[in-house]
């Protein structure tokens, strides 16, 4: 759990890093799996423990993170313009159904 100065919305920090920046893990960054906050608080799970206990008074740097998908590029960063994905292509499932004669595929966007 840490302290935050300010509100963010859970999974805000998901896929984003850790960083401790004083005390005996300075220097070492974590993967945060997620976040949920109430408050100045903020509980991280992380994909990895740490080597040691962070002590109290620590600081941190939280990264923002991606799951590197165009809606996330668009509503969260607002970079949605440099995105280089290729948020229009259809997936697996999709290019691999049979094709039934009920759908159309005309080439058009497939998502918005």
């Given at each position: 759990t840490v302290s935050v100065g300010g509100e963010f919305a859970a999974g805000f920090f998901s896929f984003g890093v850790l960083s401790f920046e004083s005390g005996a893990l300075a220097g070492t960054k974590a993967d945060i799996e997620t976040n949920q906050g109430a408050g100045g608080?903020?509980?991280?799970?992380?994909w990895l423990p740490l080597e040691a206990a962070p002590a109290i008074g620590d600081t941190v740097r939280l990264t923002a993170g991606c799951d590197k998908s165009f809606s996330t590029c668009k509503a969260k960063f607002g970079n949605h313009l440099n995105f280089r994905g290729f948020p229009h292509m259809p997936g697996a499932d999709f290019a691999y159904s049979y094709v039934n004669g009920e759908s159309e595929h005309d080439g058009r966007a497939l998502y918005k």
């Open positions: 608080a903020m509980r991280l799970e992380l």
